[in-house]
């Protein structure tokens, strides 16, 4: 709580005039990078005609998240569980809502694929690309990047 209220410019205490408890900060980071993740989904769907670069843009969404915010990634991977019910119920509903999204994309590319293979396939994708949130590299992000993109297209068939 010290280093968040240090970078926040108050004490780590000061943080409770704010928030309740430390899971409640949690569910705001969550929640605020899952909203950012829907967010960039939106304008992908509706800025991109193309289904295809639609998807690879989400896969570089993911990827970027993945990278760029990997801390917060891998403490929500831990702690998802952890949180309050309701809390939880929410964020995962949250979660639901942006793989659906995938879902639907790689549905209309993807005649090979019933639905439930294609929901499948696309949690795959994602694992594959947050595969390496608990192993160290050793590679500079910018490869990071592209090999998890390239892992995400190689599961999807793309």
């Known amino acids: 709580m010290s ?21 409640a900060v949690l569910v705001a980071l969550f929640e605020q990078a899952i909203d950012n993740l829907l967010l960039d989904e ?9 289904l295809r670069l639609a998807l690879n843009r989400l896969i570089e969404g993911q990827v970027e998240f993945v990278v ?15 949180l309050p019910e309701e809390d939880s119920r929410r964020l995962r509903r949250k979660q639901r809502m942006y793989i659906e999204e995938w879902v ?23 694992g594959a690309i947050q595969s390496t949130l608990f ?3 050793g590679l500079s992000e910018d490869r990071l990047r592209r090999l998890l993109a390239d892992a995400g297209r190689t599961v999807l068939g793309l």
Do not use: C, M, P, W
């Open 3 to 23: 280093d968040i209220g240090h970078a926040a410019g108050i004490t780590g205490s000061g943080i409770y005039r704010h928030f309740d408890s430390k899971s």
């Open 42 to 50: 939106h304008s992908i769907v509706e800025s991109v005609t193309d």
């Open 68 to 82: 760029a915010d990997r801390e917060l990634a891998q403490v929500y991977h831990n702690e998802i569980n952890n």
């Open 104 to 126: 639907h994309l790689l549905d209309e590319l993807r005649d090979d694929l019933s639905d439930a293979d294609a929901r499948a396939v696309v949690h795959a994708a994602i």
């Open 135 to 137: 192993h160290n590299t």
